[in-house]
């Protein structure tokens, strides 16, 4: 197919589109996203069409923008564009005017081409825009797109949303799935990289190549645009899946009950059995290893303690892990999301009273993510992928599935990735005080006390406590 743009009667050569790009640049729908591989052609289409529009429907204060994810990368279709005009043969350059300083192309009908970057939001709200494209829509964010929506709605204008395949978790990923479910103005496009091949724009062997070098998923999203979802969860599921001959049954379930102090005001809480309880114990503080370190007779573990608060209205949970310092077995989790902030610090009390004294880690109220993305938080992922610590709850394995990275790359919950990010960030359960758990179980001795071996220990060991005792030498002694 050859394209034909005619400004004023000049006629400017463009290149000729393969039929699936000129099925998805021709279409007229008011939303039109497209998932592509790279280097099909998605790019060079919509400039096509852009210039098109321009022409067509321009007039004084017209914009049509072009968004690309930074305005470097705008720059990248301003040239070509620019160049396409500036080196068409014959056309008189009152007709245009390319501006390089500001990247911009305005047309003798009073069209004005905008090649703006998606980093820069405050620039993307105010004006009213005729048509718009935005190129690498899956890496452009959320609030950019937006804000493009804004400039767009007095005009009704048309938009091409066009891109990579980059993981699920981005708004870009999931408007192709409404757009593709047959959501109302909207149309869905696809073009793999062997399209591209059967439209003459790419050569065989260079897929073959991207095959044999790239990752699997890598190669799955860059040239067949296919969701990889492993890409983007924070936990390894390798790491997860390992974890599963792990889970147990709570040998037993724990309440709390909170008790006024008979000397002063205030309130502390008390453990008390209770079927179903919220705190479930899957080892007791008494335990001991099944086997005791060389030179040691007689161990009490040490605990370390992680805490999450939630605000307790039912929204997320407040969460206590405990973990046994000398092998990270999970040997308790308390997890309520009816419990009061004040009430659930007289719990962490008492559990770690419990748990011989065990080292407490709770996080500052309301930053739970922020405490995953920090060092205290990457130690744990990669303490799961390393096998390190033994999980037995089922909860606590399968919320950590739950975690992905966002379109920023950001630590977030996936059920949550449709709200804005400061209430995702407020949070927070059982993976953020797993997390803090590691930190308190690292700060703390193994043991909370161990008694060593003597040079008659083996003796002990043969006939039993003072066994070795012989009836016969005080008899003997009177001889
Ligand atoms: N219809 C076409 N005819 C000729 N060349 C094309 C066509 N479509 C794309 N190309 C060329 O293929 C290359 C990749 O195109 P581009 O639009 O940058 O791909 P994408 O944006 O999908 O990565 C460019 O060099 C472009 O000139
Ligand atoms: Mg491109």
Redesign the pocket.
Known sequence: MRLVVFIMAITLQL????AK?AAFVNDTARYTACE??????????CMTWLLREACNRGGPGRNFWWIAPIYQQAAIAYTRMANWLRGTPGIPRMLFACTDSRQTIRLANGAVLWFKGADNEDSLYGEDVYAAVI?EASRCSEAAWYAIRTTITATQAPVKL?GNVQGTANWFYRMCRQAQAGKENWSYHHLTAYDAVA????AAEEIEDAKRTLPEWAFRELYLADASDSLRVVFAPQGLDAQRPNLRDPILTLDYAIKQRREGTGQYAVLVPAHNGPIKVYMLPSETPDKLPFGLVEVERSFGMGADVSEGVGASDSVAEVFACDNMEQACEFASNKVSPSDFGRVLAALGQYYNEALVCPVRKLHGVTTLRARIGVRWIDAIAKRTPILRCVDTLDQHRQYIYDEAGRITQQALAELPPHVRDRHGDRVIACALALRACGDSPVFARTVKATSMTWAESVYGPGGYKQPGMAEAKKW
């Open positions: 290149p000729a589109l393969y790009q592509a591989s790279t280097k099909s052609g998605k790019t060079i289409g190129d066009i439209g003459g724009v790419l």
